[in-house]
């Protein structure tokens, strides 16, 4: 099982960039696939990036070319670049595997218009 702590959140104008970051322990990380979930107010939980242990990235529709997730497996790792942030980005993001296991805390993200 992996345990994850999330940070790099914070309050940002619209347009503006952000880097979290997601320090994992436990079981073997770099074997697993792992993801940037966000959860908005009154909103289910989406699955907004992920990355597979062999390096390959999927993005929602709504953070291409915005979003880029990339990890360190050296550091046990797991980056989310967001660029171009926009009010409804505006979430607490987790990380997790694809599974997904048990959550952490999360980070917010709050973008102002």
């Known amino acids: 099982q992996v345990q994850l702590v999330e940070s790099g959140g914070g309050l940002v104008q619209a347009g503006g960039s952000l880097r979290l970051s997601c320090a994992a322990s436990g079981r073997i990380f770099s074997i697993n696939d792992m993801g940037w979930y966000r959860q908005a107010p009154g909103k289910q939980r989406e699955l907004v990036a992920y990355?597979?242990?062999?390096?390959?990235?999927n993005y929602v529709d709504s953070v291409k070319g915005r979003f880029t997730i990339s990890r360190d497996n050296t550091k046990n790792t797991v980056y989310l670049q967001m660029n171009s942030l926009k009010p409804e980005d505006t979430a607490v993001y987790y990380c997790n595997t694809l599974g997904p296991g048990p959550w952490g805390q999360g980070t917010q993200v709050t973008v102002s218009s």
């Open positions: 990355i597979t242990s062999g390096g390959s990235t």
